[in-house]
């Protein structure tokens, strides 16, 4: 009897023969069930990624979601975490190689997916951070919401999304500069803002658990534009982080 792996591979492997059960006339509803397994996941990657169908059309977003799922299948049956290495995918697909910023357009769209199905935990208001701030602020950690998702990207994404959504007139990009992106879901749905370089590095720099005054240098020295005041507006004004404590390592 076949097994459920082997099963599972000729579904999503046209080229591969199908299971000995279904040889002779079964051959060709296994065919069916193949196509309608190749056009659910298809969709599923639609669904997921709506602002790369926008930007490169329903035809190519189809044929590329094709051969996606070719070379990666999925591997689990909550459909949530399908497409996680599409911006790995698209950094190397020939036929998109005129789209450079298809990658991070994708990891925006990854973070969205999260930031929806991320849990809710309490978020620190300002008198959080107020009660410690007195010790100073240089030894301070926090822990950011699991909502929250940074990205910086190399090509102007905020401006790529604004003009995708309507928000900005689509146009020629004249200045095509570095942009980051701030992910969160604060309420229902998640939301996408702009950031600067500065305090996309600060607010990344956090997330990966360097003391606030570490994060501020890390920021700094990588960017000219960092303005740590406007920084920790968006960090305790935004409600990004859900716990805080006093660093009680060595600090260089």
Same mark, same amino acid.
């Given at each position: 009897?076949?097994?459920? @792996?082997?099963?599972?591979?000729? *579904?999503?492997?046209? &080229? ?28 599923? /990657? ?7 169908? =926008?930007?490169?059309? %329903? ?18 049956? *909550?459909?949530? !975490? ?30 969205? $997916? ?11 208001? #300002? &008198?959080?951070? =107020?009660?410690?701030? =007195? ?29 995708? !959504?309507? =928000? ?5 990009? &004249? ?12 309420? /229902? ?6 950031? $600067? ?12 658990? %360097?003391?606030?005054?570490?994060? @501020?240098?890390? #920021?700094?020295?990588?960017? $000219?534009?960092?303005?740590? !005041?406007? @920084? ?15 660093? &009680?390592?060595?600090?260089?």
């Amino acid at each position: 009897m076949t097994s459920l @792996a082997s099963f599972a591979g000729a *579904l999503t492997a046209p &080229d591969r023969r199908p299971p000995p059960e279904f040889a002779g006339h079964a051959e060709r509803r296994f065919a069916v069930y193949r196509n309608n397994v190749a056009v659910a996941l298809i969709r599923a /990657l639609e669904t997921r990624f709506p602002v790369l169908i =926008s930007l490169v059309g %329903e035809e190519f977003f189809r044929a590329m979601a094709r051969e996606f799922m070719l070379a990666h299948p999925p591997t689990s049956l *909550l459909l949530t !975490s399908f497409g996680d290495e599409l911006p790995d995918f698209l950094a190397s697909f020939t036929p998109a190689e005129d789209w450079p910023y298809l990658t991070d357009i994708a990891r925006i769209e990854i973070a969205r $997916t999260r930031a929806y199905h991320a849990p809710d935990l309490v978020r620190l208001g #300002a &008198d959080a951070f =107020s009660a410690l701030m =007195s010790q100073g602020i240089e030894a301070l950690r926090v822990r950011l919401h699991p909502a929250v998702a940074v990205i910086h990207s190399p090509h102007p994404v905020w401006t790529i999304l604004a003009m995708t !959504s309507g =928000s900005q007139p689509a146009a020629a990009i &004249d200045d095509w500069q570095p942009q980051a992106v701030l992910i969160d879901r604060p309420e /229902l749905d998640p939301l996408i803002r702009p950031l $600067t370089l500065g305090t996309a590095l600060f607010i990344e720099a956090l997330g990966a658990g %360097e003391p606030l005054g570490r994060a @501020a240098s890390t #920021a700094a020295s990588r960017a $000219t534009d960092f303005d740590l !005041s406007a @920084a920790l507006a968006i960090l305790i004004g935004g409600g990004l982080a859900t716990s805080i404590h006093v660093f &009680d390592g060595d600090l260089p």
